[in-house]
T-cell receptor, first 118, second 113 residues
């Protein structure tokens, strides 16, 4: 079964508008972390934002915010005031069982390609 | 500047050859990872290492091998047993494999010719 599901292969948004990229996850662990990464055409992965399952509030980092709905197992990324430079692939990722001391690999979704139009 | 360096950026391999991809980090991170990315797809974990001289297979380890003799280095060898090695390979590291983000290198694009 898919651990991380990103249902939007591609999204379009007008410059300066907000856009939401969807991410749902599947885990039975109590402590887990959710990450969002941006991958421009050059290929490097750029960390954007992190949300712990134990965090009371939704994470925010500048124009990025994470709409975390634990009961629905969703962790959607919201980009406000889109810029042309936001055009890229965006990946949602999860790390389970954070504090067991074992090997906790980072699991990625298939990604969403975002295109920002002027 | 601290970071992760992957080399080479582009690599061409003939059928039947082994090739080694380099990954070096100066972030003093304990955990290191290798991922494979195919066009239009997400990242799949090949191997990961939490400490020196210890590593674990990921989801697609067949045809690959790694070593972790130094904290800073985690080279990946793509062996001739890997039937479809053409892909983009990304190396990453993190302070530990818990609630900290992983930092990525620039990637190596491997093509079999």
């Amino acid at each position: 079964a898919q651990k991380i599901t990103q249902t939007q292969p591609g999204m379009f948004v007008q410059e300066k508008e907000a856009v939401t990229l969807d991410c749902t996850y599947d885990t039975s662990d109590q402590s887990y972390g959710l990450f969002w990464y941006k991958q421009p055409s050059s290929g490097e992965m750029i960390f954007l934002i992190y949300q712990g399952s134990y965090d009371e509030q939704n994470a925010t980092e500048g124009r990025y915010s994470l709409n975390f709905q634990k009961a629905r197992k969703s962790a959607n990324l919201v980009i406000s005031a889109s810029q042309l430079g936001d055009s890229a692939m965006y990946f949602c990722a999860m790390r389970e069982d954070l504090f067991s001391g074992g090997y906790n690999k980072l699991i990625f979704g298939a990604g969403t390609r975002l295109a920002v139009h002027p | 500047d601290g970071g992760i360096t992957q080399s080479p950026k582009y690599l061409f391999r003939k059928e039947g050859q082994n090739v080694t991809l380099s990954c070096e980090q100066n972030l003093n991170h304990d955990a290191m990872y290798w991922y494979r990315q195919d066009p239009g797809q997400g990242l799949r974990l090949i191997y990961y290492s939490q400490i020196v001289n210890d590593f674990q297979k990921g989801d697609i380890a067949e045809g690959y091998s790694v070593s972790r003799e130094k904290k800073e280095s985690f080279p990946l060898t793509v062996t001739s047993a890997q039937k479809n090695p053409t892909a983009f390979y990304l190396c990453a590291s993190s302070i530990e494999n818990r609630d900290t983000e992983a930092f990525f290198g620039q990637g190596t694009r491997l093509t079999v010719v």
